[in-house]
């Protein structure tokens, strides 16, 4: 699966932004999909997923209140929701995918197979 992101930028503190993640794979109801980030100087961490079989969802605790994650199967598409938005949530967001198990996808980033290409979000103070 090939997957697609957009909608990052610069936004002052307290604001706002929608990521999307289009997907071209027609089974995309199939995968898990999950949004992940990587600040400079620090390991990519998992933001926040969501599951193919149940639609669960799985927050970061940096981010749960904050952030929501959801997908639209007609347009294959995984969005992620960014409100109160502070500066170290700045990092490039990759959008990522997987059919295997949810556990794993959410907890250990190198398990992860697709992915992609990142977008960047800068938050001001």
């Known amino acids: 699966v090939q997957l697609q992101a957009s909608g990052g930028g610069l936004v002052q503190a307290g604001g706002s932004l929608r990521l999307s993640c289009a997907a071209s794979?027609?089974?995309?109801?199939?995968?898990?999909m999950g949004w992940f980030r990587q600040a400079p100087g620090k390991e990519r961490e998992f933001i926040a997923g969501i599951a193919w079989s149940d639609s669960s969802a799985q927050y970061a605790d940096s981010v749960k209140g904050r952030f929501t994650v959801f997908r639209d199967s007609v347009k294959s598409t995984l969005y992620l929701q960014m409100n109160s938005l502070k500066p170290e949530d700045t990092a490039v967001y990759y959008c990522a995918a997987d059919h295997r198990a949810f556990y794993p996808f959410y907890s250990d980033y190198t398990w992860v197979n697709y992915w992609g290409q990142g977008t960047q979000v800068t938050v001001s103070s």
């Open positions: 794979e027609r089974t995309f109801d199939s995968y898990h």
